[in-house]
């Protein structure tokens, strides 16, 4: 196998398969904002387990990089710019991902204003900025949702993993717009995956405690890591591969009988 062909090479699939069994070649898999954190290691993982993963993201410039990147592993990827808020983006990118693979099996709604976002009171969120955070976070899934349906359907077969987020049980406060956001995406997963369960289709979400991912952020400090820690059973912090391998279970055979799902990813943070 070589990457020429669009085919992962041996070593990468051998890496993967030290973490897991699950294989995926041949399938064709789009992930929103995989341009960096844990968005960009959903790909590296599908990617490595044989998927044609598709890099879906705002930001060009590192989007292309994690497609190098992972293509110079033996990875067949490719990036694909889109605005997951915006209907004519989303459909223009889909369509043409279909055109091109004849195919679309996986979509993971991982795009989100988190990183981007600063904490404030409820009282203090402008309109304008709680607009675009269900813009991005909640219609961005549900547009992304309805744009490879079609395709799932025909094919009588697909695997959704939104994302939501374990602040929406905390209900971690001077997040508002973040945290309704991510229970918005809750709704969507149980809703839509009780209209398309006939269809072969499977739609889960991952709802992961506070992540190490190296990325800038005004949401998070030290001290949110510590407080998350504290309150964990397991003691270390989580990390995008730990979310990354119970994506591959939501997405192969293994899990076609499981749907409408949260799988909370967090370390048993049970008393948070
Ligand atoms: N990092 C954590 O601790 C954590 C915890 C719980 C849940 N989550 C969720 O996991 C997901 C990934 O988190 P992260 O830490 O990697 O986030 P991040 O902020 O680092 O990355 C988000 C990605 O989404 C992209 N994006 C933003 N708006 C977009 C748009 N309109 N269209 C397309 N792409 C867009 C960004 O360019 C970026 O690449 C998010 O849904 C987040 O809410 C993160």
Same mark, same amino acid.
């Given at each position: 196998m070589s990457t020429k062909n669009g085919k992962n090479t041996k070593s990468?699939?051998?890496?993967?398969?030290e973490e897991t069994s699950v294989n995926l070649t041949d399938r064709v898999a789009i992930v929103t904002g995989a341009a960096q954190g844990i968005g960009a290691v959903?790909?590296?993982?599908?990617?490595?387990?044989?998927c044609r993963t598709i890099i879906a993201d705002v930001n060009d410039t590192l989007g292309r990089k994690v497609e190098q990147d992972?293509?110079?592993e033996g990875c067949s990827t490719e990036f694909v710019s889109i605005d997951v808020a915006n209907d004519k983006s989303v459909c223009r990118a889909v369509n043409s991902i279909a055109e091109r693979? &004849?195919?679309?099996?996986?979509? *993971? =709604?991982? @795009?989100?204003?988190?990183s981007a976002l600063t904490k404030k009171p409820f009282e203090q969120i402008e309109i304008d900025e709680w607009r675009r955070v269900m813009q991005v976070n909640v219609d961005g899934t549900f547009l992304m949702t309805k744009a490879v349906m079609p395709h799932m359907r025909r094919a009588k077969y697909g695997r959704i993993v939104n994302i939501s987020s374990t602040t929406v049980p905390m209900g971690r406060g001077n997040y508002l717009h973040y945290v309704t956001s991510k229970a918005a995406v809750l709704g969507i997963t149980r809703s839509v995956a009780r209209e398309v369960g006939e269809d072969g289709v499977t739609v889960n979400a991952i709802m992961p405690t506070?992540?190490?991912? &190296?990325?800038?952020?005004?949401? *998070? =400090?030290? @001290?949110?890591f510590d407080y998350i820690l504290e309150r964990q059973s397991i003691k270390r912090?989580?990390?995008?591969?730990?979310l990354a391998r119970v994506l591959l279970f939501l997405v192969s055979k293994d899990s076609s009988f499981i749907t409408g799902q949260t799988i909370v990813v967090d370390g048993g943070g049970i008393h948070l």
């Open positions: 990468g699939l051998h890496k993967v398969m959903y790909a590296r993982y599908l990617a490595l387990a044989g992972l293509n110079q693979h &004849g195919r679309i099996d996986i979509l *993971v =709604n991982n @795009a989100a204003l988190f506070l992540i190490e991912t &190296g990325v800038d952020t005004q949401v *998070v =400090n030290a @001290a949110t912090t989580g990390q995008p591969e730990d």
